[in-house]
């Protein structure tokens, strides 16, 4: 017996129900129509919220700037008085070719002036507080996040916490304390407060001048984050920690800064990258030029004859000289 033999008899051996498990079962379609006959309208018909619907809104505008309608104003009358100056169309075909014209480049002059008025807003409106409390990781809790917005100076601030500091550092617990823990952290707090009032009530503070010091009191004020201490017992007994966050800004203001650039920054190159911009500066551009050779081939173009009225001239090139051998010029 050969091998196609051997092969036929094997497979004719096989089980028969081994076969009907390896071939593919086909879709019950009695189980499948309650699915398929399910109400649609959890998963369809748009957005609901005011949110989703003034953002849809703006789905023309996202997916290309060339649809913008325009808006008839004098400015833009007199723009295309202007192209019609320059064009010179002559006959309804040609003035009409140069008002389509004059359309296409108001619209790219309108999206020139949208990028403009975004970059000027990311340049001059300030950051938003959630954006700059994660770029700073910030610690306290969301209801102090305006803090960081707060425009004071520093030497506002120094004054401002000494008085705090004065008034608050009278409660703290002895050595002989029953909490051992809070005993030694308000030790600490004793250790720095007159030098705190010295340092904190100058003129002119440079941080880096006084590093030890500060690295000191920022040990203090994490503890009374903590409530470690007799000084974050008594704020969180007030449930008011502004002071503690006042310090932590003062301690971060080069931080802060450097993160609100930083996001004004990312901003920008958004507005400059966005793929929606691109696509309707390119689409318009696209149809500027198609607009601009029909219409100069039509004023270059004879009606009548199709002949050429203005044709290209040639370029020299060195293909009609004729080169003769330098033995014919001994």
Aim: charged residues 30%; glycine residues 4%.
């Amino acid at each position: 017996m050969d091998f196609s033999n051997q092969k036929n008899a094997t497979e004719s051996n096989e089980p028969q129900e081994e076969r009907k498990a390896a071939k593919p079962k086909r879709p019950n379609l009695k189980e499948e129509e309650p699915r398929l006959k399910r109400l649609l309208n959890k998963r369809s018909g748009g957005p609901r919220t005011t949110e989703g619907k003034s953002r849809s809104s703006q789905n023309s505008t996202t997916h290309g700037g060339y649809v913008i309608p325009l808006r008839v104003s004098d400015e833009f009358c007199r723009f295309e008085q202007g192209v019609f100056v320059y064009l010179e169309p002559i006959g309804s075909i040609e003035i009409e070719l140069a008002s389509q014209i004059a359309s296409t480049l108001w619209r790219c002059k309108l999206m020139r002036q949208y990028i403009d008025n975004e970059l000027d807003a990311v340049e001059f409106d300030d950051v938003e507080n959630r954006q700059l409390a994660m770029a700073t990781e910030f610690p306290f809790e969301e209801r102090y996040h305006y803090l960081l917005k707060v425009d004071e100076s520093e030497n506002f601030r120094r004054q401002r916490f000494v008085k705090f500091w004065s008034t608050s550092c009278d409660e703290l617990s002895g050595p002989d304390s029953d909490d051992a823990i809070v005993a030694a952290c308000d030790g600490r707090v004793r250790e720095i407060f007159q030098e705190t009032v010295r340092v904190m009530g100058l003129p002119n503070v440079h941080q880096a001048m006084h590093e030890k010091f500060f690295d000191s009191l920022d040990r203090v004020m994490l503890e009374a984050n903590e409530c470690r201490n007799s000084l974050g017992i008594k704020l969180k007994r007030l449930d008011d920690l502004t002071e503690l966050v006042n310090y932590w800004i003062y301690r971060n203001s080069l931080k802060i800064s450097a993160a609100r650039k930083r996001i004004r920054e990312r901003e920008a190159i958004r507005i400059m990258c966005d793929p929606s911009i691109e696509r309707a500066q390119s689409t318009a551009n696209y149809t500027l030029t198609k607009q601009l050779n029909t219409y100069w081939l039509l004023k270059n173009t004879e009606m009548n004859t199709g002949r050429d009225l203005r044709p290209t001239t040639p370029k020299q090139t060195t293909s009609h000289m004729t080169l003769v051998p330098k033995r014919l010029l001994m």
